[in-house]
């Protein structure tokens, strides 16, 4: 084994360590910042520890456009959506069953469902307007970053709300000051974390032959979920159930209306040279699963997880095998 290997395999290992310290100080930062200022967790997921572990998504996204794989964008933004849902929630029930509060049922998941069915519609325009392919325009991408202003607006009145109600909050674990130096370097932690992880992982693979299609579908897609990946188990093991589902979807929502959307916004059209009817039907099919599951009884069982495993593990079986047919 060359020199070069053994220092990408202590990069990977140093990349997983980052990762999971890094996660269990952004949850335990984040928890502690929820309870200085007396908002739910719910909020603070849904926000702080959204956006921060939706950044590798964001670079990928930007990074991508400016290199002209376009493909690379869409797949990372609906790839990390499927992910998101299927695997880490689905991992996160297999561990503890998920209470789902009422906010999250009757508002949080149906917008995540609106925004995931109007991004397939803004992108179909060969089967709605007639067009000749189907292409994200840059007013398609404005839409995208508006429907965010309408997720905004809802954080927004749901702050006023947790302020009115005053419910009891448990004591803060750190001041002020201190949590937010944890969130701080939680997320630094997970976003230099995965990097570190995909970059390793990526030059080991081609090291041994592995090609660059199949990287991509692989060491990309998971390594960009990584952050959240890691932040939904840690939350499950504390049982910090609000925190975790608000990750999901506001991690979710920031990946459709600002990785995408952003990006899309300031370069212009994106036209994926390659897109599968399946793709869409998980899209929407996951946000779908997912508030139907937490709807019939307001939480996620471990049986309800191990189902959601399961479809991803099929549909991630058949874009692998598809992958290495065209090879």
């Known amino acids: 084994m060359e020199p070069n290997t053994f220092l990408q395999i202590a990069l990977l290992v140093a990349g997983f360590v980052l990762l999971i310290k890094g996660a269990d100080w952004l949850v335990s930062g984040a928890s502690s910042v929820a309870s200085n200022f007396k908002v739910s967790k719910q909020l603070i997921g849904l926000t702080i520890v959204a956006f921060g572990t939706g950044a590798p998504e964001l670079a990928v996204s930007v990074s991508s456009l400016v290199s002209g794989n376009t493909d690379m964008l869409l797949g990372n933004v609906i790839g990390s959506n499927i992910l998101n849902i299927l695997l880490l929630i689905g991992i996160a029930a297999v561990i503890t069953p998920i209470k789902i509060n009422r906010n999250t049922i009757s508002k949080e998941l149906p917008l995540l469902l609106l925004i995931s069915t109007a991004l397939i519609v803004l992108f179909m325009d060969t089967s709605i307007a007639g067009a000749t392919e189907n292409v994200i325009t840059r007013s398609d991408a404005i839409i995208c970053v508006l429907f965010f202003a309408i997720f905004l607006y809802y954080i927004i009145n749901l702050t006023r709300k947790n302020k009115k109600e005053k419910k009891k909050v448990e004591k803060p674990q750190y001041k002020l000051g201190k949590s937010f130096l944890f969130v701080t370097i939680g997320l630094v932690g997970v976003v230099a974390g995965s990097q570190l992880v995909v970059s390793s992982a990526s030059t080991i693979a081609s090291s041994i032959g592995i090609s660059d299609r199949i990287i991509a579908l692989t060491v990309v897609a998971f390594g960009t979920s990584l952050p959240e990946l890691v932040t939904t188990i840690t939350a499950a093991k504390r049982g910090e159930n609000e925190l975790l589902v608000g990750n999901i979807i506001g991690s979710n929502i920031f990946n459709i209306c ?9 370069f212009g059209t994106i036209t994926p040279d390659s897109f ?7 899209l929407i099919g996951s946000a779908a699963l997912l508030w139907l599951v937490a709807r019939k009884g307001s939480r996620i069982t471990r049986r309800e997880g191990a189902l959601m495993l399961i479809i991803f593990l099929l549909y991630y079986g058949y874009i692998i095998y598809g992958a290495l047919v065209a090879i």
């Open 258 to 266: 600002i990785v995408l959307g952003i990006p899309g916004a300031i």
């Open 276 to 282: 599968e009817v399946i793709d869409i039907i998980m």
